[in-house]
Every structure is written in C-alpha cells, then in structure tokens.
C-alpha cells in the first residue's frame, strides 16, 4: 500500500459581515467572532469595553441598586446591554462631568431609576466635593499596613528567619484588616 499526501479541500470563503470578525491574534489563523449586540457580556469584557477596573464594577454595584448583573456558578457577572449603558452613563457623569456617587445616586432617584442623556455637566459645588473625594487621604488605619517593615538587624538572618519574619509581617497586617471590617 503505497502512502500519498492528501489534498486539503480549499477552505470556505468567510460569509460574516466585517463587523462580526476581530482581526487574528497573532500565532492564530482564525478569525474571532464578536458576540451578538444583544448577548450577555463578562465583568472582564465591561470592563475592557468601558475602560473600567473590574474591582469598580463590583464597588458600583454595592452603590447602586439598579446595576443588577445575572450571578451564575461561581458568583460570576453576567451584564446585560442595558446594565453596559447605565454602567457606561454613571462613568460619564463620575468621570467625565464630574458628579460624585452621591450625585448620580441623586439624578437616580430623581430619574426613577434611569439616568437622562440631557444632563448638564455637574454645578462647580458639586465638582469641588468630587475633587475633595478624590483627594481624600487613606485612612489612617490602611496607613499603618502600608508601611515599610523595620529594618533588619544588621546580622545576616537564615532563610528560615527570614521566612518567618515575613510570616509574622503579613500575620499582622492581616490582623489590622480583620480589625477594620465591620
């Protein structure tokens, strides 16, 4: 039985409009597909969508009640289109007109849960308080945890001394965390 190379089929041509393909990562020969407009995104891909830490979304979470994500297994975030435009509406008004929490809060409220394409940009009263927000120093607790570790004595320590004495840091900053949660 004699061995012959086989011939691969030519390959499809791609029927997707240009907007549902990204371009090839590098190393990968196939396009990748977008989700569909409607489809229900990650707090990974909101947040690379709307340029936003993950750890924010979960903190506007906690600050506004009408950000509702579907929670699966695992306690992983599902965001539907209509979260990503509240999300990205409380990012113009946080970042960009320069409200503060309290303030989008209130435009919340006042909005029966919706925010507004027409509002103005904050009132410098409001501005002034968001700009003391952001200036806020750390409590001086968090202060105590940052701080660099006494000096080592000048005797050179084992790897065991060491090691425990970066243990008996950590224990303690740790400890000074428990103590701040209520």
Same mark, same amino acid.
């Given at each position: ?120 940009? /904050?009132?410098?009263?409001?501005? $002034?308080?968001? !700009? &003391?927000? @952001? =200036? +806020? ?28 004495? /970066?243990?008996?840091?950590?224990? $303690?900053?740790? !400890? &000074?965390? @428990? =103590? +701040?949660?209520?």
């Amino acid at each position: 039985m004699i061995w012959r190379p086989v011939e691969e089929p030519p390959q499809p041509a791609n029927d997707l409009p240009a907007n549902d393909v990204d371009t090839p990562v590098p190393g990968d020969q196939r396009p990748r597909l977008r989700k569909a407009a409607g489809a229900f995104r990650t707090i990974s891909e909101v947040a690379d969508e709307l340029h936003i830490p993950q750890h924010v979304l979960r903190f506007w979470e906690t600050r506004f009640p009408q950000v509702k994500p579907l929670k699966r297994g695992g306690g992983r975030r599902y965001y539907r289109p209509d979260d990503i435009s509240l999300l990205r509406r409380i990012s113009d008004l946080l970042y960009i007109q320069g409200y503060t929490i309290k303030g989008v809060q209130r435009l919340l409220r006042e909005g029966g849960g919706r925010l507004a394409d027409d509002i103005p940009p /904050a009132p410098d009263s409001e501005r $002034a308080a968001a !700009e &003391a927000e @952001r =200036a +806020l120093p750390e409590p001086p607790q968090m202060q105590l945890l940052i701080q660099e570790p006494p000096p080592v004595t000048p005797r050179r320590l084992t790897e065991t001394e060491r090691l425990r004495a /970066a243990l008996s840091r950590t224990l $303690a900053q740790l !400890e &000074a965390m @428990r =103590a +701040l949660l209520p």
